[in-house]
């Protein structure tokens, strides 16, 4: 079983950047596909952005493609978002999510989920 903890969030103007982190504990943590969600206040969790184990595969959502960019460092179990030019209707809790094998296409199943860090872009 996988424990994502996400990390790394918090204010920030328009325009600026932040990078969250997502550490997972779990020695098989290269064997997952990882996922990046969102949910606003009153709005359905929407899917960000996922990577496979190996990184060679990556799907964003169309409202952040070329400005977010999602990594991962398997030695050290955890999966980035670095978020740039971050914009109001970015705000939102950002939630990580993991899932065994085979990255799937958007938004796809995930089998584990942290609780969440909170970003909030003001103008």
């Known amino acids: 079983q996988v424990q994502p903890v996400e990390s790394g969030g918090g204010l920030v103007q328009a325009g600026g950047s932040l990078r969250l982190s997502c550490a997972a504990s779990r020695r098989s943590f290269s064997e997952y596909a990882m996922g990046w969600f969102r949910q606003a206040p009153g709005k359905e969790r929407e899917f960000v952005a996922s990577i496979s184990w190996s990184a060679t595969s990556t799907y964003y959502a169309d409202s952040v493609k070329g400005r977010f960019t999602i990594s991962r460092d398997n030695a050290k179990n955890t999966v980035y978002l670095q978020m740039n030019n971050l914009k109001p209707e970015d705000t939102a809790v950002y939630l990580c999510?993991?899932?065994?094998?085979?990255?799937?296409?958007?938004?796809?199943?995930?089998?584990?989920w942290g609780q969440g860090t909170q970003v909030t872009v003001f103008s």
């Open positions: 999510a993991a899932r065994f094998g085979v990255l799937p296409r958007p938004p796809g199943q995930y089998d584990y």
